[in-house]
Protein backbone atom coordinates (compact mmCIF):
# COMPACT_ATOMS: atom_id res chain seq x y z
CA UNK A 1 0.00 0.00 0.00
CA UNK A 2 1.53 3.17 -0.66
CA UNK A 3 2.09 5.98 1.99
CA UNK A 4 -1.64 7.62 2.62
CA UNK A 5 -2.92 4.00 3.17
CA UNK A 6 -5.41 5.35 0.22
CA UNK A 7 -4.67 2.43 -2.75
CA UNK A 8 -3.63 4.04 -5.18
CA UNK A 9 -3.70 2.59 -9.44
CA UNK A 10 -1.90 4.27 -12.27
CA UNK A 11 -3.48 3.32 -15.71
CA UNK A 12 -2.02 3.97 -19.16
CA UNK A 13 -3.36 4.00 -22.67
CA UNK A 14 -2.08 5.27 -25.66
CA UNK A 15 -4.79 7.61 -26.39
CA UNK A 16 -5.70 11.06 -25.06
CA UNK A 17 -8.48 9.35 -22.73
CA UNK A 18 -11.37 11.30 -23.71
CA UNK A 19 -13.28 8.86 -26.07
CA UNK A 20 -12.27 5.82 -24.76
CA UNK A 21 -15.41 4.81 -22.30
CA UNK A 22 -13.69 1.51 -21.03
CA UNK A 23 -10.78 3.60 -19.80
CA UNK A 24 -13.10 6.59 -18.08
CA UNK A 25 -15.68 3.85 -16.95
CA UNK A 26 -13.06 1.52 -14.89
CA UNK A 27 -11.28 4.87 -13.62
CA UNK A 28 -14.26 6.49 -12.31
CA UNK A 29 -15.83 3.24 -10.71
CA UNK A 30 -12.27 2.41 -8.96
CA UNK A 31 -12.39 6.12 -7.59
CA UNK A 32 -16.07 5.38 -6.44
CA UNK A 33 -14.77 1.96 -5.05
CA UNK A 34 -12.01 4.11 -2.71
CA UNK A 35 -8.86 4.21 -5.08
CA UNK A 36 -6.85 7.29 -6.10
CA UNK A 37 -6.85 6.85 -9.86
CA UNK A 38 -4.03 8.77 -12.33
CA UNK A 39 -4.78 7.73 -16.11
CA UNK A 40 -1.12 8.41 -18.36
CA UNK A 41 -2.26 9.16 -21.99
CA UNK A 42 -0.77 10.10 -25.03
CA UNK A 43 -1.17 14.12 -26.00
CA UNK A 44 -3.17 14.10 -29.53
CA UNK A 45 -1.40 17.48 -30.47
CA UNK A 46 1.70 16.50 -32.47
CA UNK A 47 3.80 20.04 -31.54
CA UNK A 48 3.00 19.39 -27.96
CA UNK A 49 6.28 19.44 -25.74
CA UNK A 50 5.47 19.06 -22.05
CA UNK A 51 2.79 16.94 -20.36
CA UNK A 52 -0.22 18.32 -20.07
CA UNK A 53 -2.59 17.42 -16.98
CA UNK A 54 -6.50 17.66 -16.35
CA UNK A 55 -9.04 16.19 -13.84
CA UNK A 56 -12.19 14.54 -15.20
CA UNK A 57 -14.53 12.49 -13.44
CA UNK A 58 -12.25 12.81 -9.84
CA UNK A 59 -9.46 10.77 -12.08
CA UNK A 60 -5.85 12.77 -12.59
CA UNK A 61 -4.94 12.36 -16.36
CA UNK A 62 -1.59 13.44 -17.34
CA UNK A 63 -0.93 13.26 -21.41
CA UNK A 64 2.27 13.09 -22.76
CA UNK A 65 3.56 13.54 -26.16
CA UNK A 66 5.20 10.88 -28.25
CA UNK A 67 8.77 11.84 -28.47
CA UNK A 68 11.81 10.07 -29.69
CA UNK A 69 14.92 11.21 -30.68
CA UNK A 70 15.61 8.79 -33.35
CA UNK A 71 12.19 9.48 -35.20
CA UNK A 72 13.59 12.41 -37.12
CA UNK A 73 16.58 10.20 -38.46
CA UNK A 74 14.59 7.65 -39.78
CA UNK A 75 12.35 9.91 -41.41
CA UNK A 76 15.02 11.25 -43.56
CA UNK A 77 15.57 7.00 -44.23
CA UNK A 78 12.07 6.94 -45.17
CA UNK A 79 11.92 9.69 -47.19
CA UNK A 80 15.18 10.94 -48.65
CA UNK A 81 14.19 13.40 -51.08
CA UNK A 82 13.35 15.46 -48.12
CA UNK A 83 17.05 15.51 -47.42
CA UNK A 84 17.52 16.33 -51.13
CA UNK A 85 15.36 19.29 -51.33
CA UNK A 86 16.74 20.33 -47.71
CA UNK A 87 20.76 19.83 -48.43
CA UNK A 88 20.03 21.94 -51.99
CA UNK A 89 18.51 24.32 -50.91
CA UNK A 90 21.41 24.63 -48.16
CA UNK A 91 23.62 24.58 -50.82
CA UNK A 92 21.96 27.23 -52.95
CA UNK A 93 22.03 29.84 -50.56
CA UNK A 94 25.54 29.17 -49.19
CA UNK A 95 27.11 29.71 -52.25
CA UNK A 96 25.16 32.69 -53.05
CA UNK A 97 25.19 33.99 -49.43
CA UNK A 98 28.70 35.20 -49.52
CA UNK A 99 31.51 34.37 -47.13
CA UNK A 100 29.53 34.55 -44.11
CA UNK A 101 27.35 31.40 -45.57
CA UNK A 102 30.31 29.11 -46.86
CA UNK A 103 31.11 27.73 -43.79
CA UNK A 104 27.48 25.44 -44.23
CA UNK A 105 28.54 24.04 -47.64
CA UNK A 106 30.29 21.32 -46.45
CA UNK A 107 27.17 20.34 -44.62
CA UNK A 108 25.17 20.51 -47.23
CA UNK A 109 27.45 18.69 -49.86
CA UNK A 110 27.00 15.65 -47.01
CA UNK A 111 23.34 16.02 -46.65
CA UNK A 112 23.22 15.68 -50.95
CA UNK A 113 25.60 12.86 -50.44
CA UNK A 114 23.80 11.13 -48.26
CA UNK A 115 20.80 11.59 -49.67
CA UNK A 116 22.27 10.19 -53.01
CA UNK A 117 23.07 6.81 -50.92
CA UNK A 118 19.44 7.03 -49.18
CA UNK A 119 17.74 6.84 -52.33
CA UNK A 120 20.24 4.66 -54.10
CA UNK A 121 19.22 2.19 -51.59
CA UNK A 122 15.60 2.84 -51.72
CA UNK A 123 15.97 1.87 -55.42
CA UNK A 124 17.49 -1.33 -55.17
CA UNK A 125 15.40 -2.69 -52.46
CA UNK A 126 12.35 -1.79 -55.04
CA UNK A 127 13.70 -3.53 -57.63
CA UNK A 128 14.28 -6.84 -55.89
CA UNK A 129 11.17 -6.36 -55.07
CA UNK A 130 9.73 -6.02 -58.07
CA UNK A 131 12.00 -8.80 -59.29
CA UNK A 132 10.50 -10.99 -57.01
CA UNK A 133 6.90 -9.97 -57.64
CA UNK A 134 6.23 -9.31 -54.21
CA UNK A 135 3.95 -6.67 -54.72
CA UNK A 136 3.16 -5.71 -50.98
CA UNK A 137 6.31 -5.09 -50.30
CA UNK A 138 6.60 -2.12 -53.11
CA UNK A 139 6.22 0.68 -51.15
CA UNK A 140 9.30 2.05 -49.43
CA UNK A 141 9.63 2.20 -46.34
CA UNK A 142 8.06 -1.61 -46.87
CA UNK A 143 4.96 -1.67 -44.42
CA UNK A 144 6.34 -4.26 -42.40
CA UNK A 145 9.55 -2.11 -41.50
CA UNK A 146 7.75 0.87 -41.19
CA UNK A 147 5.51 -0.01 -38.68
CA UNK A 148 8.18 -1.87 -36.98
CA UNK A 149 9.86 1.53 -36.42
CA UNK A 150 6.56 2.77 -35.31
CA UNK A 151 6.33 0.16 -32.86
CA UNK A 152 9.57 0.94 -31.22
CA UNK A 153 10.42 4.69 -31.51
CA UNK A 154 6.94 5.40 -30.76
CA UNK A 155 4.79 3.16 -29.31
CA UNK A 156 7.64 1.74 -26.67
CA UNK A 157 8.86 5.24 -26.18
CA UNK A 158 5.64 6.71 -25.35
CA UNK A 159 5.65 3.85 -23.36
CA UNK A 160 9.17 4.11 -21.53
CA UNK A 161 8.09 8.09 -20.91
CA UNK A 162 4.46 6.88 -19.59
CA UNK A 163 6.14 4.85 -16.81
CA UNK A 164 8.56 7.22 -15.44
CA UNK A 165 5.72 9.89 -15.55
CA UNK A 166 3.44 7.93 -13.20
CA UNK A 167 3.09 8.32 -9.53
CA UNK A 168 4.08 5.42 -7.23
CA UNK A 169 1.05 3.07 -7.38
CA UNK A 170 -0.08 -0.10 -5.35
CA UNK A 171 -1.56 -1.49 -9.31
CA UNK A 172 -0.40 -0.68 -13.08
CA UNK A 173 -3.27 -0.73 -15.36
CA UNK A 174 -2.23 -0.99 -18.67
CA UNK A 175 -4.85 -0.96 -21.58
CA UNK A 176 -4.19 -2.40 -24.91
CA UNK A 177 -0.11 -3.98 -25.61
CA UNK A 178 1.06 0.07 -25.15
CA UNK A 179 -0.53 0.67 -22.15
CA UNK A 180 0.70 -2.71 -20.67
CA UNK A 181 4.36 -1.98 -22.02
CA UNK A 182 3.90 1.35 -19.73
CA UNK A 183 2.65 -0.58 -16.69
CA UNK A 184 5.54 -2.89 -16.39
CA UNK A 185 7.83 -0.38 -16.86
CA UNK A 186 6.59 1.71 -13.85
CA UNK A 187 6.55 -1.75 -11.74
CA UNK A 188 10.13 -2.29 -12.96
CA UNK A 189 11.00 1.53 -11.43
CA UNK A 190 8.94 0.97 -8.23
CA UNK A 191 7.40 -2.14 -7.51
CA UNK A 192 3.30 -2.98 -7.83
CA UNK A 193 1.06 -5.08 -9.40
CA UNK A 194 0.65 -5.04 -13.03
CA UNK A 195 -2.84 -5.94 -14.94
CA UNK A 196 -3.35 -6.41 -18.42
CA UNK A 197 -6.48 -4.97 -20.08
CA UNK A 198 -7.43 -5.86 -23.82
CA UNK A 199 -9.59 -4.70 -25.27
CA UNK A 200 -9.31 -6.78 -28.13
CA UNK A 201 -6.63 -9.30 -29.67
CA UNK A 202 -3.86 -6.59 -30.19
CA UNK A 203 -2.40 -8.29 -33.44
CA UNK A 204 -5.30 -8.60 -34.68
CA UNK A 205 -6.38 -5.45 -34.73
CA UNK A 206 -5.94 -2.44 -36.82
CA UNK A 207 -2.38 -2.05 -38.84
CA UNK A 208 -0.97 -4.70 -37.13
CA UNK A 209 -3.54 -7.79 -38.46
CA UNK A 210 -1.61 -7.09 -41.53
CA UNK A 211 1.74 -7.11 -40.43
CA UNK A 212 4.42 -9.62 -42.59
CA UNK A 213 4.86 -12.88 -40.10
CA UNK A 214 8.55 -11.87 -38.63
CA UNK A 215 7.14 -8.06 -37.59
CA UNK A 216 4.16 -9.27 -35.95
CA UNK A 217 6.39 -12.79 -34.47
CA UNK A 218 8.54 -9.83 -33.16
CA UNK A 219 6.11 -7.86 -31.31
CA UNK A 220 4.11 -11.22 -30.59
CA UNK A 221 7.01 -12.45 -28.60
CA UNK A 222 7.10 -8.95 -26.71
CA UNK A 223 3.57 -9.39 -25.63
CA UNK A 224 4.10 -12.48 -24.04
CA UNK A 225 6.99 -11.47 -21.99
CA UNK A 226 5.39 -8.62 -20.74
CA UNK A 227 1.91 -11.03 -20.02
CA UNK A 228 4.08 -12.99 -18.02
CA UNK A 229 4.22 -9.98 -15.48
CA UNK A 230 0.98 -9.38 -15.27
CA UNK A 231 -1.39 -10.67 -12.09
CA UNK A 232 -4.21 -10.98 -14.00
CA UNK A 233 -5.84 -10.40 -17.77
CA UNK A 234 -8.63 -8.84 -18.11
CA UNK A 235 -11.03 -8.60 -21.21
CA UNK A 236 -14.15 -7.96 -23.11
CA UNK A 237 -15.75 -11.11 -23.97
CA UNK A 238 -15.20 -14.89 -22.86
CA UNK A 239 -14.74 -15.61 -26.74
CA UNK A 240 -11.31 -13.03 -26.96
CA UNK A 241 -10.25 -14.13 -23.28
CA UNK A 242 -10.20 -17.82 -24.54
CA UNK A 243 -8.09 -16.85 -27.61
CA UNK A 244 -5.58 -14.97 -25.47
CA UNK A 245 -5.50 -17.81 -22.92
CA UNK A 246 -4.16 -19.52 -25.93
CA UNK A 247 -1.48 -17.06 -27.09
CA UNK A 248 -0.57 -15.43 -23.76
CA UNK A 249 0.72 -16.89 -20.00
CA UNK A 250 -2.51 -15.78 -18.26
CA UNK A 251 -2.74 -16.29 -14.88
CA UNK A 252 -6.19 -15.12 -13.88
CA UNK A 253 -9.12 -13.96 -16.35
CA UNK A 254 -11.48 -11.81 -15.49
CA UNK A 255 -14.35 -10.85 -18.45
CA UNK A 256 -15.46 -7.35 -17.74
CA UNK A 257 -18.10 -6.40 -21.07
CA UNK A 258 -17.82 -2.75 -22.34
CA UNK A 259 -21.15 -2.09 -21.02
CA UNK A 260 -22.73 1.38 -20.20
CA UNK A 261 -24.43 2.22 -16.91
CA UNK A 262 -27.84 1.69 -16.67
CA UNK A 263 -29.94 4.63 -18.33
CA UNK A 264 -33.54 5.13 -18.75
CA UNK A 265 -34.62 6.95 -21.78
CA UNK A 266 -36.69 10.39 -20.56
CA UNK A 267 -40.24 9.43 -21.45
CA UNK A 268 -40.20 12.16 -24.48
CA UNK A 269 -36.86 11.47 -25.91
CA UNK A 270 -34.90 13.74 -27.38
CA UNK A 271 -34.60 14.10 -31.05
CA UNK A 272 -30.74 14.85 -31.40
CA UNK A 273 -29.40 13.02 -34.20
CA UNK A 274 -32.82 14.04 -36.00
CA UNK A 275 -32.03 17.67 -35.61
CA UNK A 276 -28.08 17.51 -35.94
CA UNK A 277 -29.01 16.06 -39.37
CA UNK A 278 -32.12 17.43 -40.46
CA UNK A 279 -34.16 14.46 -41.34
CA UNK A 280 -37.52 14.78 -41.70
CA UNK A 281 -39.71 13.31 -39.17
CA UNK A 282 -41.47 10.89 -41.15
CA UNK A 283 -38.20 9.21 -42.16
CA UNK A 284 -36.24 6.14 -40.41
CA UNK A 285 -32.65 6.42 -38.90
CA UNK A 286 -30.35 4.12 -39.51
CA UNK A 287 -27.46 4.89 -36.99
CA UNK A 288 -23.55 3.97 -36.96
CA UNK A 289 -21.62 5.55 -34.26
CA UNK A 290 -18.43 4.94 -32.87
CA UNK A 291 -14.75 4.84 -34.99
CA UNK A 292 -14.34 5.74 -38.77
CA UNK A 293 -11.69 3.21 -40.10
CA UNK A 294 -11.08 0.55 -42.48
CA UNK A 295 -13.43 -2.68 -42.14
CA UNK A 296 -16.06 -1.48 -40.46
CA UNK A 297 -18.87 -1.79 -43.31
CA UNK A 298 -19.00 1.92 -43.71
CA UNK A 299 -19.50 1.36 -47.56
CA UNK A 300 -21.32 -1.48 -47.35
CA UNK A 301 -24.12 0.53 -45.13
CA UNK A 302 -24.41 3.11 -47.44
CA UNK A 303 -24.54 0.78 -50.45
CA UNK A 304 -27.70 -0.66 -47.59
CA UNK A 305 -29.94 2.04 -48.10
CA UNK A 306 -30.56 2.13 -51.49
CA UNK A 307 -31.59 -1.31 -51.78
CA UNK A 308 -35.36 -1.54 -52.34
CA UNK A 309 -37.92 -0.79 -48.89
CA UNK A 310 -34.90 1.86 -47.30
CA UNK A 311 -35.86 4.59 -49.80
CA UNK A 312 -37.40 6.71 -47.16
CA UNK A 313 -34.44 5.67 -44.30
CA UNK A 314 -31.74 7.81 -43.34
CA UNK A 315 -27.94 6.78 -42.55
CA UNK A 316 -26.25 8.70 -39.83
CA UNK A 317 -22.76 8.27 -38.86
CA UNK A 318 -21.52 9.61 -36.08
CA UNK A 319 -18.07 9.30 -34.52
CA UNK A 320 -14.39 10.16 -35.00
CA UNK A 321 -11.21 8.49 -37.04
CA UNK A 322 -8.91 7.82 -40.10
CA UNK A 323 -11.51 7.39 -42.44
CA UNK A 324 -13.81 10.64 -41.71
CA UNK A 325 -12.73 11.78 -45.50
CA UNK A 326 -14.27 8.47 -47.17
CA UNK A 327 -17.14 9.06 -45.20
CA UNK A 328 -17.26 12.63 -46.08
CA UNK A 329 -16.97 11.39 -49.95
CA UNK A 330 -19.91 8.43 -49.04
CA UNK A 331 -22.11 11.77 -48.18
CA UNK A 332 -21.39 13.80 -50.61
CA UNK A 333 -22.25 11.41 -53.15
CA UNK A 334 -25.21 12.26 -55.46
CA UNK A 335 -26.65 8.77 -55.83
CA UNK A 336 -28.10 8.64 -52.19
CA UNK A 337 -29.68 12.10 -52.52
CA UNK A 338 -28.97 13.52 -49.62
CA UNK A 339 -29.64 10.96 -47.26
CA UNK A 340 -26.25 10.07 -45.49
CA UNK A 341 -24.95 12.49 -42.56
CA UNK A 342 -22.22 12.30 -40.40
CA UNK A 343 -21.35 14.26 -37.06
CA UNK A 344 -19.37 14.49 -34.92
CA UNK A 345 -18.39 12.07 -32.09
CA UNK A 346 -20.37 13.18 -28.89
CA UNK A 347 -18.55 12.93 -25.05
CA UNK A 348 -19.34 9.34 -23.46
CA UNK A 349 -21.46 10.74 -21.02
CA UNK A 350 -24.00 12.21 -24.07
CA UNK A 351 -23.86 9.36 -26.30
CA UNK A 352 -27.33 7.38 -25.14
CA UNK A 353 -29.32 10.79 -25.94
CA UNK A 354 -28.50 10.94 -29.28
CA UNK A 355 -27.99 7.03 -30.00
CA UNK A 356 -31.95 6.42 -28.78
CA UNK A 357 -33.01 8.62 -31.57
CA UNK A 358 -32.33 6.23 -33.79
CA UNK A 359 -34.86 3.26 -35.12
CA UNK A 360 -31.91 0.54 -35.43
CA UNK A 361 -28.45 0.49 -34.67
CA UNK A 362 -26.18 -0.79 -37.54
CA UNK A 363 -23.07 -2.69 -36.94
CA UNK A 364 -21.92 -4.11 -39.96
CA UNK A 365 -18.45 -4.75 -39.16
CA UNK A 366 -16.53 -7.05 -41.78
CA UNK A 367 -14.84 -10.35 -41.23
CA UNK A 368 -11.77 -9.29 -42.21
CA UNK A 369 -9.97 -10.48 -38.78
CA UNK A 370 -10.10 -12.58 -36.22
CA UNK A 371 -10.29 -9.82 -33.92
CA UNK A 372 -13.76 -8.62 -35.62
CA UNK A 373 -14.96 -12.59 -35.72
CA UNK A 374 -14.55 -12.91 -31.73
CA UNK A 375 -15.67 -8.85 -30.95
CA UNK A 376 -18.48 -7.84 -29.02
CA UNK A 377 -19.17 -4.18 -30.43
CA UNK A 378 -19.42 -1.53 -27.81
CA UNK A 379 -21.92 0.00 -29.99
CA UNK A 380 -24.06 -2.80 -29.14
CA UNK A 381 -24.03 -2.72 -25.82
CA UNK A 382 -24.64 1.28 -26.32
CA UNK A 383 -27.59 0.34 -28.70
CA UNK A 384 -29.31 -2.26 -26.05
CA UNK A 385 -28.63 0.55 -23.02
CA UNK A 386 -30.77 3.12 -25.32
CA UNK A 387 -33.62 0.47 -26.33
CA UNK A 388 -32.44 0.73 -29.99
CA UNK A 389 -32.61 -2.53 -31.59
CA UNK A 390 -29.71 -3.77 -34.28
CA UNK A 391 -29.48 -5.25 -37.15
CA UNK A 392 -25.47 -6.59 -36.51
CA UNK A 393 -23.25 -9.13 -38.51
CA UNK A 394 -23.51 -12.58 -37.80
CA UNK A 395 -20.55 -13.43 -36.02
CA UNK A 396 -20.22 -15.92 -33.38
CA UNK A 397 -20.40 -14.45 -29.80
CA UNK A 398 -22.59 -11.30 -30.96
CA UNK A 399 -25.25 -14.05 -32.53
CA UNK A 400 -25.57 -15.26 -29.64
CA UNK A 401 -25.62 -12.11 -27.54
CA UNK A 402 -28.59 -10.75 -30.13
CA UNK A 403 -30.66 -13.99 -31.20
CA UNK A 404 -30.34 -15.94 -28.16
CA UNK A 405 -31.45 -13.43 -25.23
CA UNK A 406 -33.29 -14.96 -22.50
CA UNK A 407 -36.48 -12.89 -23.30
CA UNK A 408 -36.59 -13.13 -26.82
CA UNK A 409 -34.33 -11.43 -30.11
CA UNK A 410 -33.04 -7.91 -29.67
CA UNK A 411 -32.22 -7.13 -32.87
CA UNK A 412 -31.44 -9.14 -36.54
CA UNK A 413 -28.28 -10.46 -38.24
CA UNK A 414 -26.90 -10.27 -41.45
CA UNK A 415 -23.68 -11.17 -43.60
CA UNK A 416 -22.19 -7.69 -43.60
CA UNK A 417 -20.17 -8.04 -46.40
CA UNK A 418 -23.75 -7.86 -48.53
CA UNK A 419 -25.77 -4.66 -48.63
CA UNK A 420 -28.73 -6.80 -49.71
CA UNK A 421 -28.10 -9.01 -46.61
CA UNK A 422 -27.95 -6.00 -44.51
CA UNK A 423 -30.85 -4.22 -45.94
CA UNK A 424 -33.04 -6.88 -45.12
CA UNK A 425 -32.06 -7.30 -41.54
CA UNK A 426 -33.20 -3.47 -41.19
CA UNK A 427 -36.08 -3.98 -42.88
CA UNK A 428 -37.00 -6.93 -40.30
CA UNK A 429 -37.04 -4.39 -37.65
CA UNK A 430 -38.63 -1.61 -39.56
CA UNK A 431 -41.54 -3.32 -41.47
CA UNK A 432 -43.17 -4.76 -38.17
CA UNK A 433 -46.13 -3.10 -36.61
CA UNK A 434 -45.26 -0.48 -34.21
CA UNK A 435 -46.69 -2.23 -31.29
CA UNK A 436 -44.40 -4.71 -32.17
CA UNK A 437 -41.65 -2.35 -32.72
CA UNK A 438 -42.12 -0.94 -29.50
CA UNK A 439 -42.09 -4.21 -27.74
CA UNK A 440 -38.89 -4.73 -29.24
CA UNK A 441 -37.35 -1.44 -28.20
CA UNK A 442 -38.54 -2.59 -24.56
CA UNK A 443 -37.05 -5.81 -24.35
CA UNK A 444 -33.50 -3.85 -25.28
CA UNK A 445 -34.15 -1.75 -22.79
CA UNK A 446 -34.96 -4.90 -20.36
CA UNK A 447 -31.78 -6.54 -21.50
CA UNK A 448 -29.52 -4.14 -20.85
CA UNK A 449 -30.83 -3.49 -17.32
CA UNK A 450 -31.14 -7.10 -16.66
CA UNK A 451 -28.30 -8.16 -17.82
CA UNK A 452 -25.52 -6.17 -19.94
CA UNK A 453 -24.76 -3.40 -17.80
CA UNK A 454 -21.58 -1.46 -16.14
CA UNK A 455 -23.04 -2.41 -12.64
CA UNK A 456 -23.15 -5.82 -12.77
CA UNK A 457 -19.63 -5.99 -15.02
CA UNK A 458 -17.63 -3.46 -13.21
CA UNK A 459 -18.25 -5.30 -9.71
CA UNK A 460 -15.64 -8.14 -11.44
CA UNK A 461 -13.31 -5.73 -11.64
CA UNK A 462 -13.55 -4.13 -8.25
CA UNK A 463 -13.93 -7.47 -6.80
CA UNK A 464 -10.86 -8.52 -8.58
CA UNK A 465 -8.53 -5.47 -7.55
CA UNK A 466 -9.62 -6.55 -4.00
CA UNK A 467 -8.55 -9.73 -3.98
CA UNK A 468 -5.01 -9.29 -5.55
CA UNK A 469 -4.44 -6.33 -3.21
CA UNK A 470 -5.45 -8.23 -0.09
CA UNK A 471 -3.48 -10.94 -1.29
CA UNK A 472 -0.28 -8.80 -1.95
CA UNK A 473 -0.89 -7.89 1.74
CA UNK A 474 -0.99 -10.86 3.17
CA UNK A 475 2.25 -11.85 1.09
CA UNK A 476 4.36 -8.70 2.64
CA UNK A 477 3.01 -9.41 6.21
CA UNK A 478 3.82 -13.16 5.87
Given at each position: ????????????????A??????????????????????????????L???????L??????R????????????????????????V???????????????????????????????T???I??????????????A????????????????????????????????Y????????????A???????????????????????A???G????????????????????????????????????????VVV?????????????????????????D??????H????NH??????????????????????????????????????P?FG??????????????????A??????????????N????S?????????????????D??Y????????????????????D??????????????????????????????????????????L?T????L?????T?I??
Amino acid sequence: MTASDVPSVAMFVFNDAILDSRVRREAATLVAAGYRVTVVGMASEADLQAAETESLDGVQIIRLPVRSRWLPAWRLVAQPWALRRRSVGALRRGVTGGPSQWATIPSAVAGLGSAFALSTARGIALAIASARRRDRDLAWPPAGLNRLVYWRLMVLGWARDAGRAAPIADVYHGHDLPGLAAAVAAADRSGGLVLYDSHEIFLESGAYADLPGLVKHLIARQERGLARRAAALVTVNPAIGAELQRRLPVKRLVVVHNCPPRWTPPERPRRLLRTAAKIPPDASILLYHGVFTNHRGLEQLAEASLEPGLERSHVVYLGYGASRPEVDALVADPRFGGRLHVLDAVDPSVLLDWVAGADVGVIPGQPSTLNHWLSSPNKLFEALAAGVPVAIMDFPYVHQLVLDDPAGPLGTVCDPADPASIARAVREILERPEKARLALRARCLAAAHDRWNWETESARLVTLYAELLERASTTIKG
